[in-house]
Nanobody, 114 residues
Framework: QVQFVESGGGLVQPGGSLRLSCAAS????????MVWYRQAPGKQRVVVAT???????DYAQSVKGRFTISRDGAVNTVYLQMNSLKPEDTAVYYC????????WGQGTQVTVSE
């Protein structure tokens, strides 16, 4: 059973940076495409960034140029570098595959506020 453990969230001021990590229990990274999702209070979970098996990446328009998704297959981890954070980036961040076939982790809370 694959499990995801997200970490790295916290409270940061607008304009600040955070680096999120998603550790997968199985040898998943680099074999499956991976996605970072986020869910803001009262809203649906949405795609933030995707990294394909090829290494190509794609981003939601709202984070393009500010966020970077990457992976390290050796440690089965996907990362999300978030720069120039805005209050609207406040959400719980999760990772999973595009098809969401594996159970969700607990997520990591990101709060952007003065």
């Amino acid at each position: 059973q694959v499990q995801f453990v997200e970490s790295g969230g916290g409270l940061v001021q607008p304009g600040g940076s955070l680096r999120l990590s998603c550790a997968a229990s199985g040898s998943l990274i680099g074999i499956w495409p991976m996605v970072w999702y986020r869910q803001a209070p009262g809203k649906q979970r949405v795609v933030v960034a995707t990294i394909l098996i090829s290494g190509s990446t794609d981003y939601a328009q709202s984070v393009k140029g500010r966020f970077t998704i990457s992976r390290d297959g050796a440690v089965n981890t996907v990362y999300l570098q978030m720069n120039s954070l805005k209050p609207e980036d406040t959400a719980v961040y999760y990772c999973n595959t595009p098809s969401k076939v594996f159970p969700w982790g607990q997520g990591t809370q990101v709060t952007v506020s003065e």
